[in-house]
């Protein structure tokens, strides 16, 4: 099946810093998501980009699909932004179920 | 307006008892999944049903069993529960292959 690798597994920040949160998949994708967990374990829906450019407030993300990577891009980091990042592909022919990778684990510093 | 819930949000219970998770998303979509997160934080899929049909059944026991009653709502239900169990399991639903939106999770503890 396919593989998805997150990178890197752990990441500390001071508040303000910026940060790339990388995401390779071994196979072609119809559909990849972004998600952040935060402390409370609630699942935030960051982008759905399988492939292109997309930006939202601090947040931007690129999915480049023929070399098979997606970026996370956060910057000014808060301490809100602490939490686990996901990113999720789905192959588009396995009913729709999203293969996930092992998440960033960030944490922000004040 | 929350567009995926779930109840109970937090199940205590003991080993070798039946529970039972009730999921319901008001999105309009399709297809609805149940997912189980480990300690490790590792997310997996388990099932996911299409217009009331089971089209995944991953290698889940069969002491799990998924029922929906109707496009709008899936719940899961576990018979004998084991030590094991204890995780957080989350509802999803989603369209074809575009976006899906999860629930706020159940952490269930199997004592």
């Known amino acids: 099946g396919i593989q998805v690798e997150q990178s890197p597994p752990d990441l500390i920040l001071q508040e303000g810093a910026n940060s790339t949160l990388r995401c390779n998949f071994s196979?072609?994708?119809?559909?990849l998501q972004w998600f952040h967990q935060n402390p409370w374990g609630q699942l935030i829906n960051l982008f759905y980009?399988?492939?292109g450019t997309k930006q939202n407030g601090r947040l931007s993300a690129t999915t480049v699909a023929t070399e098979r990577y997606s970026l996370l891009y956060i910057s000014s980091s808060q301490t809100t932004d602490s939490g686990v990042y996901f990113c999720?592909?789905?192959?588009?022919?396995?009913?729709?179920?999203?293969?996930f990778g092992q998440g960033t684990e960030l944490s922000v510093k004040p | 307006d929350t567009a995926v819930s779930q109840t109970p949000k937090y199940l205590v219970t003991q080993m070798g008892n039946d529970k039972s998770i009730k999921c319901e998303q008001n999105?309009?979509?399709?297809?609805m999944y149940w997912y189980k997160q480990d300690s490790k934080k590792f997310l997996k899929i388990m099932f996911s049903y299409n217009n009331k049909e089971l089209i995944i059944n991953e290698t889940v026991p069969n002491r799990f069993s998924p029922k929906s009653p109707d496009k709008a709502h899936l719940n899961l239900h576990i018979n004998s529960l084991e030590l094991g169990d204890s995780a957080v399991y989350f509802c999803a639903s989603g369209q074809g292959t575009y976006e899906q939106y999860f629930g706020p999770g159940t952490r269930l503890t199997v004592t």
């Open positions: 999105l309009g979509h399709d297809t």
């Open positions: 999720a592909v789905d192959r588009g022919n396995q009913g729709g179920k999203l293969i």
């Open positions: 980009i399988p492939s």
């Open positions: 196979d072609s994708v119809n559909n």
